[in-house]
């Protein structure tokens, strides 16, 4: 097995690979990868065996703390692996890995964020074996809400009657390929409720949406011509993922939300595996956002694990 530092080269093959593996999603393209390089000292690896792909590993490494994460700048990073790919393989991957982080960076960490079992094509939780065997730690657990499609639970009843009630105040939804509005919406939620800000600014949501159309969707509930509630979304084959949801004071009196969600969940993406709306944590995963979590469960999501593991070299 040959292993390979990632650089600009490889876009094109990483991407490919990327499309055809067992448990990538479009976050792991390098399209999407790249909108923020400039934050972070890249130290992806590829490995190769026989002259071909069969695994990636998207890293950044960290000089301050001799830290490599897999990635700073991603939801869920991990080995990335063809879909043939065995057990035994994954654990030599993960042996290269450590060995090339450990003697040509002089890493004493790695903290390694699995990709959810949910975005998975086909079982692919061998790299969590393997960092049992090497006696890595658990180190932060996000609880994110989810429904499963094939089987789901009914909204509860105040759900429904919310969803009457924005029908009656003449609530519309609409996929929206301008973020602007929203984005207001968004920030201001955040800055008066939770003192925080979106992750991404409007600049690179914009660029984001340009590059992954399908992937990265709008939808947004109008109120007499205004944008007062709405979801991003983050589409891939089995899973729709809510990356941001807002509502201003208008869209919650009208309970814009419960139309907003009876479209996504009930109808636009119906047909996939698993609807996901992120998770309700602070503190690392220490702290339950009851609120926040209670709305997900009443539109039947129910618990699914986003973890981060601390493994020492």
Not at 90 to 107: P, R
Not at 142 to 149: E, M, N, P
Not at 150 to 170: D, Q, W
Not at 264 to 273: A, D, G, Q, S, T
Request: glycine residues 6%; aromatic residues 12%; contains cysteine.
């Amino acid at each position: 097995m040959e292993t390979i530092r990632y650089t600009e080269e490889y876009k094109a093959a990483w991407n490919e690979f990327v499309k055809n593996s067992r448990n990538g999603t479009f976050l792991i393209d390098r399209n999407y990868m790249d909108y923020h390089k400039e934050r972070f000292v890249d130290c992806s690896l590829m490995f190769q065996d026989k002259n071909q792909i069969i695994g990636i590993l998207p890293a950044n490494w960290s000089e301050h703390d001799k830290t490599v994460y897999s990635h700073q700048g991603l939801t869920y990073g991990g080995l990335i692996v063809r879909k043939n790919v065995t057990a035994l393989q994954v654990m030599e991957m993960m042996d290269e890995a450590i060995e090339f982080f450990g003697t040509q960076l002089g890493a004493v960490n790695f903290i390694y964020k699995p990709v959810p079992v949910i975005f998975h094509n086909y079982p692919s939780q061998e790299d969590l074996y393997y960092l049992f065997t090497k006696n890595a730690t658990l180190r932060k657990r996000q609880l994110s809400c989810c429904v499963s499609q094939e089987n789901p639970l009914p909204f509860v009843y105040s759900r429904t009657t919310g969803l009457h009630k924005a029908i009656r105040n003449g609530l519309t939804v609409q996929r929206d390929t301008n973020p602007r509005q929203f984005w207001d919406v968004l920030e201001n939620v955040l800055s008066t409720r939770h003192n925080a800000k979106p992750v991404h600014s409007l600049g690179e949501i914009f660029q984001l949406m340009k590059a992954f159309p399908d992937e990265i969707q709008l939808y947004t509930a109008i109120h007499e011509d205004k944008v007062v509630a709405g979801a991003l979304m983050y589409v891939t084959p089995i899973v729709a993922h809510t990356q941001y949801i807002a509502s201003n004071e208008e869209g919650r009196n009208c309970c814009a939300l419960d139309l907003l969600f009876d479209e996504l969940v009930n109808k636009v993406f119906r047909e996939k595996r698993y609807f996901d709306f992120g998770t309700s944590n602070s503190n690392d995963g220490r702290n339950l956002e009851t609120g926040l979590l209670f709305q997900k469960e009443s539109y039947g999501g129910r618990g699914i694990a986003y973890d981060e593991w601390n493994l020492t070299i």
